[in-house]
Each structure stands twice: as structure tokens, then as C-alpha cells.
């Protein structure tokens, strides 16, 4: 695509031009003879993961790919080019490479661009039998004139493959009232943001990632058009496969781009564990963490989710399963069982046994005592952590025209392995985070941190040490223990208090 500069900007209605851009890691690279195919390499829908890493293979040509062509062919352990053919599907194709133990399939195209064919099974669900990816005609033919050439040695190709990506980059980049002499987006380190991604998924799950960009000419994020509108967010389609493990990405910042990043992990049911983050903009230059779905997992709400007082009024989203991430949440109904209830003083409002939607009318229009208490249950599918947990908000709301109720939100950190579990002698950090004001009236004052090794039927208080808004705290577990439960109350300047357990938090080594 290309955009041509304009003269100045409109001055008769509006003008947006915006480039969004998901660079990942070269997934495929191959190299013969000084030639690079980069470029012209598209590895085929249903094809199985190139190996991850660099191999080295030899090259055979077997024509347009049918079994025949492979009799009195050496293909075992090899790359079998093959042309495109109308006369022999990609299936048959790609069924023909594994019968003569060929390592992988490349497919020149027979028509302008790189091909797109479907190589996995033939139900068009699962993947096929061999890696397949495609070449451009030229690129192809110059490929198989050096194989067939008389007398030439052995073509031999370098492959590169790193399908599930270490790192990438997401850019955005808004221009209102016309198209700038440079439309490109920065891409220096100093104009960028890092963020370190941490993927712990439950064992054996595929997880899927995304990140989409809010702009402020407009209402719903940039994924508006692929998901539709609601209550929450819908990921960015196509959404992204990762790996367990670590990714570095990094992001455009400041010049008003916010992001949104969602993971989910996928079941072979209908069920699927998906978090996200909160809507945030970050400054040039930046460096943060994100950890996905591995403890502590409890309720945690974000900026659109904490409930407002509109009038005699109130809703909002409660989320109950907020993964190990600062301030990720989590709300699917999959993760049932999940019941929220809100009192006012002693008399119960509204209870829900399932779902997240919190909505009540007819309030009193005095500022008034509330409390709202979330329970879940884990589930061993998911996580053999935070099998039961219980939360309870206190608050003071009255009467307004549409105002955020600054529910005091709890972050945990602490040192963890692939498995969830921390060392016997540790650091636990608690990070209160105040959702709805950034008011120092609303803020928080103390938090109190007990502990128990026995699934809840004793506690044990802990000392915490506060510094610039974090409580820390050195846990010593006993010998015989294998879990960690807490219990955490932070009390605001305000009046207001919440105070979560979490049954089974994390394990130990």
C-alpha cells in the first residue's frame, strides 16, 4: 500500500490515516548459495511447526509433487521441492513428501505471489503430515534449475525457523487531517516502550496472544470491526500463538496510543481461560512485565470494570479470576462457580450465583455503608491453585451524577517457578492499586498480611514493611507444608477496606 502526502490538512470534515503493523520474528528463513528466500517464503495454512532453530538439508526436486515423482528419488531427511499442480491437491502433495521421508515440502507457486493452500488433514482441522511452505515462481525455478542442474553438487539449504516468536514489535501510528511527508511510525528503542511477557499456561493448553490500540477519534478499540461491541473487550482477530516461556515485545508509546493485551488459553471444549490487561498508554523509553496466568489468581477489577454510582444507581463487571499479572482480569463464565452479593449495611441488594454483571437501582440517595463480597472456586483443570477465595469491599457511596466507587485492588508478587511454587523462605510483596481515583484521600493506608500453611484453619500475622506503596513481607514456611494461603486487609484513607483469601495461593518447593 502506498500513501501519497497531502497539501496541509482537510478543511471540510475529518480525515484519519493510521498504520497498525504486528512485526514478529522471522517465522521461516532459508538460504542457498548466498541466496535468501526471506522474503518469499509463506508457510502454508495447516502445516505442522518448522522446527524451531537452524538445520541444514538437502534439496531435491519430485515435480509436481504426485507419489510417482518420487520413485528412485532420495527425499528421506530432505527438502522436496515440488511445483504447484492443478492435477495433484496440496493433501495429496504433502501426503507424498512424508510417505519418502522428506523432512519438508516447499511448493512453487504457479501464479503471481506466494501461494495459500490448505496442507493440513483433510477434515480441515488438524495439521498435516509434513512442514509445507511456499516459494515465489522465480525464486522457485531459480531454486530448482540449481538442483537439476547436470554436474552441480548437492544443493544444500540453511533453514531458520522460529514459529512461536522471542520477540516482536506493535506499532501504531495516528494521523488526523491528513497524510504526513513521513507517515512511518518511530521504531527507535528511545521511541518505543518494552514489555517483558512471562506465559505460564496450564500444562498442555494452547495459548493464544493480542494487543490492540484504542484511538481516541474513535468510540471501541482498533479490533472494533472483526469483534463487534460489548461489555468486554473482544480480542484483535487474527489473534497470535505463543509458547511457555519468555517474549520481548516492544510497543509504540506516548503521541496518544493505548494498548490493551488479552492471552488466552484454549481447550479442546468450549472452555477457555482468557485475561487481559487494562487500557494503558506507556512513555517512550519504558520498560514493564507481564505475567500470564500463573498465580496469584484471585478477583481483580480494572478501570472499566469497578462499578459506578450513576444517580440512585450502580453496575459494573466483577471479575473473579485475575491471573499473576499486576492487573490483568478475568471474567469468563467458564471459570464457574463464581457469585457475587452487595449489602447495604446488613440488607442484601442483588446476588448473582454465576455471571459478572452487577447492576441495581433505587438506591438511597444518602451516602451510605455498602459491601460487596466475591466468591470463587478454582478449578483443577485450570490451575491447582486458589481453589477457594473470598472477597469483601467496603464503601461509602451516595448520590451522583456518574462517578468511579474507588474500590482498593490487591497485586501479589512473589518469586514463583514454571509450576507456581516458591522457595520455603521468600518475599511476598502486596501492591495496593485503588481503581476509580488517583485521589490521596482514597488511598491506601495500611495492609495487615496473615498467612497459613494448613488450607486456612490456622493464620499466622505477618510483619510487612511499606515502601513507595508496596508491603513486603518474608515468609518462612514450615518444613511439612506444601501450599501457601493468604489473607490480606487494606484499609483506605477513606474509610473503605477489602480484605481477600485466597485458600491455596501458591505452592512450595
Given at each position: 500500500?502506498?500513501?501519497?502526502?497531502?497539501?496541509?490538512?482537510?478543511?471540510?470534515?475529518?480525515?484519519?490515516?493510521?498504520?497498525?503493523?504486528?512485526?514478529?520474528?522471522?517465522?521461516?528463513?532459508?538460504?542457498?548459495?548466498?541466496?535468501?528466500?526471506?522474503?518469499?517464503?509463506?508457510?502454508?495454512?495447516?502445516?505442522?511447526?518448522?522446527?524451531?532453530?537452524?538445520?541444514?538439508?538437502?534439496?531435491?526436486?519430485?515435480?509436481?509433487?504426485?507419489?510417482?515423482?518420487?520413485?528412485?528419488?532420495?527425499?528421506?531427511?530432505?527438502?522436496?521441492?515440488?511445483?504447484?499442480?492443478?492435477?495433484?491437491?496440496?493433501?495429496?502433495?504433502a501426503a507424498a513428501a512424508r510417505a519418502a521421508g522428506a523432512a519438508m515440502?516447499?511448493?512453487?507457486?504457479?501464479?503471481?505471489?506466494?501461494?495459500?493452500?490448505?496442507?493440513?488433514?483433510?477434515?480441515?482441522?488438524?495439521?498435516?503430515?509434513?512442514?509445507?511452505?511456499?516459494?515465489?515462481?522465480?525464486?522457485?525455478?531459480?531454486?530448482?534449475?540449481?538442483?537439476?542442474?547436470?554436474?552441480?553438487?548437492?544443493?544444500?539449504?540453511?533453514?531458520?525457523?522460529?514459529?512461536?516468536?522471542?520477540?516482536?514489535?506493535?506499532?501504531?501510528?495516528?494521523?488526523?487531517?491528513?497524510?504526513?511527508?513521513?507517515?512511518?511510525?518511530?521504531?527507535?528503542?528511545?521511541?518505543?516502550?518494552?514489555?517483558?511477557?512471562?506465559?505460564?499456561?496450564?500444562?498442555?493448553?494452547?495459548?493464544?496472544?493480542?494487543?490492540?490500540?484504542?484511538?481516541?477519534?474513535?468510540?471501541?478499540?482498533?479490533?472494533?470491526?472483526?469483534?463487534?461491541?460489548?461489555?468486554?473487550?473482544?480480542?484483535?482477530?487474527?489473534?497470535?500463538?505463543?509458547?511457555?516461556?519468555?517474549?520481548?515485545?516492544?510497543?509504540?508509546?506516548?503521541?496518544?496510543?493505548?494498548?490493551?493485551?488479552?492471552?488466552?488459553?484454549?481447550?479442546?471444549?468450549?472452555?477457555?481461560?482468557?485475561?487481559?490487561?487494562?487500557?494503558?498508554?506507556?512513555?517512550?523509553?519504558?520498560?514493564?512485565?507481564?505475567?500470564?496466568?500463573?498465580?496469584?489468581?484471585?478477583?481483580?477489577?480494572?478501570?472499566?470494570?469497578?462499578?459506578?454510582?450513576?444517580?440512585?444507581?450502580?453496575?459494573?463487571?466483577?471479575?473473579?479470576?485475575?491471573?499473576?499479572?499486576?492487573?490483568?482480569?478475568?471474567?469468563?463464565?467458564?471459570?464457574?462457580?463464581?457469585?457475587?452479593?452487595?449489602?447495604?449495611?446488613?440488607?442484601?441488594?442483588?446476588?448473582?450465583?454465576?455471571?459478572?454483571?452487577?447492576?441495581?437501582?433505587?438506591?438511597?440517595?444518602?451516602?451510605?455503608?455498602?459491601?460487596?463480597?466475591?466468591?470463587?472456586?478454582?478449578?483443577?483443570?485450570?490451575?491447582?491453585?486458589?481453589?477457594?477465595?473470598?472477597?469483601?469491599?467496603?464503601?461509602?457511596?451516595?448520590?451522583?451524577?456518574?462517578?468511579?466507587?474507588?474500590?482498593?485492588?490487591?497485586?501479589?508478587?512473589?518469586?514463583?517457578?514454571?509450576?507456581?511454587?516458591?522457595?520455603?523462605?521468600?518475599?511476598?510483596?502486596?501492591?495496593?492499586?485503588?481503581?476509580?481515583?488517583?485521589?490521596?484521600?482514597?488511598?491506601?493506608?495500611?495492609?495487615?498480611?496473615?498467612?497459613?500453611?494448613?488450607?486456612?484453619?490456622?493464620?499466622?500475622?505477618?510483619?510487612?514493611?511499606?515502601?513507595?506503596?508496596?508491603?513486603?513481607?518474608?515468609?518462612?514456611?514450615?518444613?511439612?507444608?506444601?501450599?501457601?494461603?493468604?489473607?490480606?486487609?487494606?484499609?483506605?484513607?477513606?474509610?473503605?477496606?477489602?480484605?481477600?483469601?485466597?485458600?491455596?495461593?501458591?505452592?512450595?518447593?
Amino acid at each position: 500500500m502506498w500513501a501519497l502526502p497531502t497539501k496541509g490538512k482537510v478543511k471540510t470534515g475529518s480525515f484519519v490515516f493510521t498504520t497498525r503493523i504486528r512485526a514478529k520474528q522471522t517465522p521461516l528463513q532459508i538460504t542457498y548459495a548466498g541466496r535468501n528466500l526471506d522474503d518469499t517464503l509463506l508457510v502454508q495454512p495447516g502445516s505442522p511447526h518448522f522446527r524451531d532453530g537452524t538445520s541444514h538439508v538437502d534439496a531435491v526436486f519430485a515435480g509436481d509433487g504426485a507419489a510417482a515423482r518420487y520413485t528412485g528419488l532420495s527425499a528421506r531427511g530432505k527438502a522436496a521441492v515440488v511445483r504447484r499442480s492443478a492435477d495433484v491437491a496440496p493433501a495429496d502433495q504433502a501426503a507424498a513428501a512424508r510417505a519418502a521421508g522428506a523432512a519438508m515440502l516447499l511448493v512453487v507457486n504457479d501464479a503471481d505471489g506466494r501461494g495459500n493452500d490448505w496442507y493440513g488433514a483433510p477434515d480441515g482441522q488438524g495439521t498435516g503430515p509434513v512442514p509445507v511452505a511456499s516459494l515465489t515462481t522465480d525464486e522457485g525455478e531459480a531454486l530448482i534449475k540449481r538442483i537439476t542442474s547436470a554436474g552441480r553438487a548437492r544443493t544444500v539449504l540453511a533453514v531458520e525457523a522460529h514459529p512461536l516468536p522471542s520477540y516482536l514489535y506493535d506499532l501504531a501510528d495516528y494521523h488526523q487531517g491528513g497524510v504526513p511527508q513521513d507517515p512511518s511510525a518511530a521504531t527507535d528503542p528511545g521511541s518505543l516502550a518494552r514489555i517483558d511477557n512471562d506465559f505460564v499456561p496450564p500444562a498442555g493448553k494452547t495459548v493464544v496472544e493480542s494487543r490492540e490500540d484504542s484511538p481516541s477519534y474513535e468510540f471501541y478499540p482498533a479490533a472494533y470491526p472483526y469483534g463487534g461491541p460489548g461489555l468486554t473487550r473482544i480480542p484483535a482477530f487474527p489473534r497470535e500463538p505463543v509458547a511457555p516461556g519468555h517474549r520481548t515485545d516492544w510497543v509504540s508509546a506516548g503521541n496518544g496510543v493505548k494498548w490493551q493485551q488479552y492471552a488466552t488459553a484454549q481447550y479442546a471444549t468450549a472452555e477457555e481461560w482468557s485475561t487481559f490487561t487494562d487500557i494503558v498508554s506507556y512513555q517512550p523509553g519504558s520498560v514493564h512485565s507481564e505475567h500470564w496466568f500463573g498465580p496469584i489468581t484471585r478477583p481483580r477489577m480494572l478501570s472499566f470494570e469497578v462499578p459506578h454510582r450513576v444517580g440512585d444507581g450502580m453496575g459494573g463487571m466483577i471479575a473473579g479470576f485475575g491471573d499473576g499479572g499486576s492487573a490483568h482480569s478475568s471474567a469468563r463464565r467458564e471459570l464457574r462457580p463464581h457469585s457475587f452479593a452487595l449489602y447495604q449495611g446488613d440488607t442484601l441488594l442483588v446476588r448473582a450465583e454465576s455471571g459478572y454483571v452487577l447492576g441495581v437501582g433505587d438506591l438511597a440517595p444518602d451516602r451510605l455503608p455498602y459491601r460487596l463480597v466475591v466468591d470463587t472456586q478454582g478449578s483443577a483443570d485450570f490451575s491447582p491453585y486458589s481453589t477457594v477465595t473470598h472477597t469483601e469491599w467496603n464503601f461509602i457511596s451516595g448520590k451522583v451524577d456518574n462517578q468511579a466507587v474507588p474500590l482498593a485492588q490487591l497485586d501479589y508478587e512473589t518469586e514463583l517457578d514454571s509450576a507456581g511454587r516458591a522457595k520455603r523462605t521468600s518475599t511476598l510483596t502486596v501492591t495496593p492499586a485503588v481503581v476509580g481515583s488517583d485521589s490521596a484521600k482514597d488511598a491506601v493506608s495500611s495492609v495487615r498480611l496473615e498467612v497459613s500453611y494448613d488450607d486456612g484453619a490456622t493464620w499466622r500475622p505477618q510483619n510487612v514493611k511499606e515502601n513507595k506503596g508496596t508491603w513486603q513481607a518474608q515468609l518462612h514456611a514450615p518444613a511439612q507444608a506444601k501450599n501457601v494461603s493468604i489473607r490480606v486487609t487494606a484499609k483506605q484513607r477513606n474509610g473503605g477496606s477489602v480484605t481477600q483469601t485466597i485458600t491455596r495461593a501458591f505452592g512450595l518447593k
